[in-house]
């Protein structure tokens, strides 16, 4: 073969479908197995063999047969000096050696489930049970919990998480250890082992300005702000671990008013009077914020609010009433891809007298949504306000995914067991309230009684919602 003959076969090769994919598609990353018995340092790898051999070593001396659970403790806490001054994708390679290098004992696994599985229904089925959990202990398991013994080794797991979180999806081999993390959390960060503690103006600075940090509802704007949300017709309460004693877990902000709120506004206003707590008879949930990234798919939420009730009962007997004012963040893009749908079910008289209200025949969605931007100039009647309810009742009414709510919020408060009650028009005049639902916000009604049974439906796929929201949804 010629030279030409041979240019013109690469370049025929080059013009193949997938040909240039093939080129461009970066080398499979090696695993920890393979880096720890190379000698020498790959493109974009982060710790050189040795010095991945030598992390490794680090944290095996943590789970050391022998090593008591203070020096193991005492060993992981060195372990998280070299971490804090590690750039992030040494991190990287340090969660990669604890997911691949302290994975469970594959074979003892697979046996411990077969001696279960045959044990099945005889005398040695518990002795066979009791042999499975055990195989399953990793020694990852063992990792992590020397890591939790030292002072700040609570802090540094949480911490950790959380960074891990944001990849899981980019890199699948991390998996293992998020899911480890989470499941000892759900244990560790049980409601059992955590204290309910109240914030108020006289709390330490430090925990105040934690507020501030965490609010994730309706932003804190100044101190004057936060001494009202604190005043003496407010209640603050948030959960405490612990090992993390100056740190609010979730907090909640409650309002003690005559009856159910229909607007932030009001409770939000620094100049308004303090109400007369004893004449209090319903308490409003406002705004509630987990604080800890790391613990996310920890829930807790719902104790929080049953606890908070009933502190709240011991000390105001006249309150009957326990609901939320609350967000409803994802309407509007989800109108915004729905909306054409929702507009189908009207008839020609409600489609003829949307046209005329948005200035445009036949209506379409994107007229509904302009229109939508002045929401709050909308009378009673128009029917644009009237088709936007409608559709936010089937948006928390109706629409699950999975078996659960589309909306965060609601998927929080309607797995604790509230349903929905309420619509409220221009209940959040701000920008972002605006830019969430139009202004709107939904009272979540928690009746401490029937908790279980709104949770039962909800399992059936029902969303548990009141008379008022069942006839906006019109089905």
Sequence with gaps: MNAATTWISRSVDRLRPGADKKEKEPAAERSTHERLQASLRKSGEALSPRALRRLL???????????????GGRRAQAVAGWYAGAEPAERRDMWLLMCEQFAPDATRFKSAQQRYEAAAGTADAPQ?????????????????????????????LVDLRAELLPLLKSDKRLLPLEAELEQLFATWFDVAFLELRRLSWDSPASLIEKLIKYEAVHDIRSWADLKNRLDSDRRCYGFFHPRLPNEPLIFVE?????????????????SAE?????????????????TQTGLRGVSFGDSLIKHV??????????????????????????????????????DEKQRAELGRAVGFMP????????????????????????????CAARYLGRE?????????????????????????????????????????????????KRIDKHRALLEEGRVPVSGDIESLCGD
Excluded at 256 to 264: D, H, K, M, R
Excluded at 327 to 336: C, T, V
Excluded at 420 to 436: F, H, I, T, Y
């Design 57 to 71: 070593a680090d944290l095996q001396d943590v789970v050391a047969p022998r090593v008591s659970e203070i020096e």
């Design 128 to 156: 066979a049970e009791a042999h499975l959990r055990r195989a399953l202990v990793s020694p990852r398991t063992r990792l992590l919990q020397r890591f939790a013994v030292f002072p700040d080794g609570m802090r540094f």
């Design 254 to 270: 409650v309002a003690l008013v005559n009856e159910i709120s229909e607007s932030i506004t009001p409770l939000l206003d620094e």
């Design 274 to 290: 303090a109400a007369d707590i004893q004449r209090a008879t319903a308490a409003i949930f406002y705004s509630i914020s987990s």
């Design 309 to 346: 009730a009933e502190t709240l009962t011991e000390e105001f007997p006249r309150l009957r009433t326990f609901a939320t004012l609350s967000p409803i963040p994802g309407f509007r893009s989800w109108l915004a891809k729905h909306g054409a749908a929702q507009m189908e079910r009207l």
């Design 363 to 390: 209506p379409q969605i994107a007229h509904v949504l302009a229109a939508a931007d002045k929401a709050l100039e909308l009378p009673p009647k128009s029917p644009v306000r009237q088709l936007l309810q409608q």
């Design 400 to 448: 699950l995914q999975d078996g659960k709510p589309l909306d965060a919020v609601a998927r929080f408060h309607l797995g604790n067991g509230a349903r929905v009650e309420r619509l409220n028009w221009a209940a959040d005049p701000s920008a972002k309230g605006m830019k969430q639902s139009f202004g709107m916000m939904v009272n979540y009604l928690y009746d401490l």
